[in-house]
């Protein structure tokens, strides 16, 4: 049979990339192409069967295990969406939050204004957190202060149509100093929620190599895991490097009627038909 080769006296020399796919829908769940690393883990029990004097007579093995571990270079949405067992959500309409840093000027304490870096969004009324002032040497100051619908002794007024902000009477601030107003604005963005009552999702993952043999003849090669359950421990780094996303996932049984091979992963190395 001309054309067939075998799985010998070859290596592995690129980790080209890992996708996973919905098992019920079928559909695309997460493609990862910039990897560091991943690492297929296959374990399993021994039980010593002993005789007299301890002689080793034989040997059960039992509960075969596999566990996938990897690295991704780049955070992926879709990965955490894996992990968390809670889609991708995309909007133009989040609220995120900003601390907004706004130098005082001797305009500014003249009329005892100043103008937010975006527009603030709330209740009406309250659109504004908080606002300090910023001390010297960068901590912020403790008030007494609050949002009113005119600006008072204790109490700042926000206009969210001309994103002016009025200090209160007896601010105090002075040029060269710096407050702080705290507040939610709209953006457009795409997040994932880490719910506490929803895990990990169980996925088809294929994992993308290339190899070569000891002729230098190269081949592509997958290892497939059918039934791959995402754990939700995972860390991501910050304020490092970079932020390497790790991710972690457990080979089951597949128990489907339908699909059931008994089968961990499979690898398999061929050569593309065209």
Known sequence: MAG???ID???ITSLDRIHAYDRVTKKGSFYLTELQSTTISNTEDTVDITGKAGRLLKQIKRNKAV???????????????????TEQEYS????????????????????????TTFTAVGTAGAEIIDVRVMSDNGGLIKNDWSQGSTAGEKT??????????????DSGVTAGQKIVVMYDYTVTGSKVVNRSDVFGKTLYVVIDGTGTDA???????????????????????????QAVHNFSANSL????????TNGLWEFLVFNDPE
């Open 156 to 169: 700042y007024a926000y206009d969210p149509a001309t994103k002016e902000l009025t200090l209160p009477t």
């Open 215 to 241: 002729c230098d003849n190269e081949y592509k090669c997958q290892f497939i895991i059918y039934r791959a359950q995402f754990s939700g421990e995972f860390d991501i780094e910050l304020g490092g490097d």
């Open 67 to 85: 566990s996938l571990t990897g690295a991704s270079a780049l955070l992926s949405g879709d990965l955490m969406a894996a992990q968390t067992g």
């Open 4 to 6: 067939l080769f075998t």
């Open 92 to 115: 133009t309409d989040y609220k995120a939050r900003i601390p907004d840093i706004i130098e005082i000027t001797a305009d500014t304490v003249t009329a005892g204004k100043v103008t």
């Open 9 to 11: 006296n070859f290596t």
């Open 253 to 260: 049984i597949d128990t489907c009627a339908s699909t059931q």
